[in-house]
């Protein structure tokens, strides 16, 4: 029988050390595993096991083990009539519709106005360098989405178990074994890059067609359906008109093109809330001693996160997307703008950390008007690109400086790529937000030890945490504008981070199939 039992590791010993002691000598599997960081920190882990029936029942009744439930397999059906699908955009939610479609029988085309990851990295890579910036292949555009360039984080508070498939898949395409078990798994932008052609060659094999450099223009939407889709080759500049059964939106957040060509289309989009901000870069031994205490030098500790809150009077001000061991990134997308996100590498070994530190905003900050809201961003990002120099260098404040009112003359001294400069990030933001994030960093610098140091170094600005719009849908996926159209993923609204929007493209998928089903 196959069993489940937890295990206790101190830091200074090993599962294989502990099992000896429990005289535990079957093969095992890890299923999970968490750190508990509180007093001396120590590692949980979930372990199955097979036992003889009558020693599992034994241990059972002793409640040193309970039967194994295991995760149920994610069941695919077949349509009988093939249909044709495209799929726009190639972010989490986009590849992993495409996957479920294409093992379903369905002909699938994925088109991304971006580059394949092999181009695309050299894109960026050049913009970093060069400060040339291609507006359809960077750090927001291209192959794998904007989570392409981050931490790689598959934690989520989404409770749907398609996680674990999601996190085989990634498994099969060559991501680190452990995300299958870790609390707060991540792979890492170094690997992202790997896995991420590993996934579109599982796809082709699949019969999937992928067209880069190719960028959605428009839907010509009629008695409640899309007719045709007008397709832009970027390189040649030719622009196609053709017919798809189904079109699935897997756009991302930052196509701001595309969503007003939606709304001079008719599609309807509504308001959301979101956040903006700042990034804050802290050296990396500052937050482990903050979590870890006495212990911050441990080897066999990882690089320590955190998450933090706090309740303003008007607005919540909260960390968002915290990379231990990585660098806050310029990831613009658009010219004359900066706007800044984070990334980590598998090994988060920079010896920076950094998270996002934003503020909400609501829809009727902008009238309920989301194109108002995206004014409101752009207006940020191209404020940052003046104060850093107009050159795609990235303003930054010192913490302290920035509840004080003043410039300052020295910044922390890595965390960042490419570059960052000494601007008023005070002046930069409304006030509002400004006021709330002084207020949080006051009330985190009593209550939280080592967390607000001389050097903790704000860099700005984070306008890009979610989409502020809904493209509005149905309980089964599709847009309440065109029955065919299925709006998936962060971009749509609906998501947020690599494993929720990846969900999502499966659960818009299945809901088509279910249909055709019907």
């Known amino acids: 029988m196959k069993m489940e039992l937890d295990v206790r590791v101190p830091i200074d010993s090993t599962l294989e050390e502990e099992l000896k002691k429990l005289r535990i000598e079957a093969e095992f599997e890890i299923v999970r595993k968490s750190l508990d960081a509180r007093k001396k920190p120590y590692y949980l882990y979930r372990i199955v096991i097979d036992l003889p029936e009558e020693v599992a029942e034994k241990l059972i009744r002793e409640g040193k083990v309970r039967e194994y439930k295991g995760v149920e397999e994610l069941s695919i059906p077949v349509i009988s009539i093939r249909k044709s699908v495209l799929i726009v955009g190639t972010g989490p939610a986009g590849l992993f519709a495409a996957l479920i479609l294409a093992e379903a029988g369905f002909d699938v085309t994925v088109v991304e106005r971006g580059k394949p990851v092999e181009e695309r ?20 555009f291209g192959e794998g989405g904007a989570g392409t360039f981050s931490d ?38 170094d690997k992202l890059q790997e896995v991420i052609p590993n996934l579109r060659k599982k796809l082709q094999d699949l019969g999937v ?14 008695d409640g359906k899309v007719e045709e889709v007008h397709l832009k080759d970027l390189k040649t500049g030719i622009e196609t008109v053709e017919k798809f059964d189904y079109i ?35 050296r990396q031994r500052t937050i482990d001693r903050m979590q870890y205490g006495k212990f911050f030098k441990h080897p066999n500790l990882p ?66 008007d989301p194109f108002k809201a995206i004014d409101f961003q ?7 690109f003046v104060m850093g120099g107009s050159n795609y260098t990235m303003p930054a404040q010192k913490v302290w400086d920035f509840i004080e009112g003043q410039s300052s003359s020295k910044l922390i001294e890595g965390g960042y790529i490419p570059e960052i400069k000494s601007a008023r990030l005070d002046r930069l933001l409304p006030e509002p937000i400004a006021e709330h994030i002084k207020e ?68 818009g998928a299945l809901s088509l199939i279910e249909r055709l089903k019907k």
Not at 164 to 180: N, S, T
Not at 209 to 218: A, H, K, N
């Open 209 to 222: 067609v992928f067209r880069f450099s190719t960028r959605l223009e428009r839907l010509k939407v009629r």
């Open 303 to 368: 690089p320590a996160d955190y998450s933090l809150t706090y309740r303003g009077r008007e607005r919540n001000v909260f960390s968002f997307c915290m990379c231990p061991g990585g660098y806050v990134i310029c990831a613009s997308s658009e010219g004359s703008s900066v706007v800044c996100n984070g990334m980590s590498n598998y090994k988060r070994d920079s010896g920076y950390a950094n998270s996002a530190i934003v503020v909400q905003v609501f829809p009727e900050d902008f009238e309920n």
């Open 440 to 507: 949080a960093f006051l009330y985190w610098s009593k209550k939280i030890p080592f967390f607000v140091p001389g050097n903790a170094t704000f860099v700005g600005v984070e306008t890009r945490t979610s989409s502020p719009l809904r493209i509005v849908r149905r309980e089964d996926y599709s847009s309440i504008s065109a029955d065919n159209l299925f709006p998936i993923g962060e971009g749509a609204g609906y998501a947020g981070g690599i494993t929720s929007s990846a969900i999502d493209g499966i659960n």
């Open 378 to 384: 752009r207006a940020l990002e191209r404020a940052a």
């Open 152 to 189: 790689g984080k598959l934690t989520t508070r989404v409770k749907d178990k398609k996680k674990h498939f999601v996190y085989r898949v990634f498994v099969e395409c060559g991501a680190p074994r452990e995300i299958l078990y870790e609390n707060k798994p991540h792979i890492g932008t």
């Open 121 to 140: 990295v050299k894109d960026v890579s050049r913009f970093w360098k060069e400060r040339k910036l291609d507006e359809n292949s960077n750090v927001q």
């Open 248 to 282: 699935f939106l897997a756009i991302g957040n930052s196509a701001r093109d595309t969503f007003e060509m939606l709304r001079r289309e008719g599609i309807a989009l509504e308001s959301k809330p979101f956040a903006v901000g700042l990034r804050v870069v802290h």
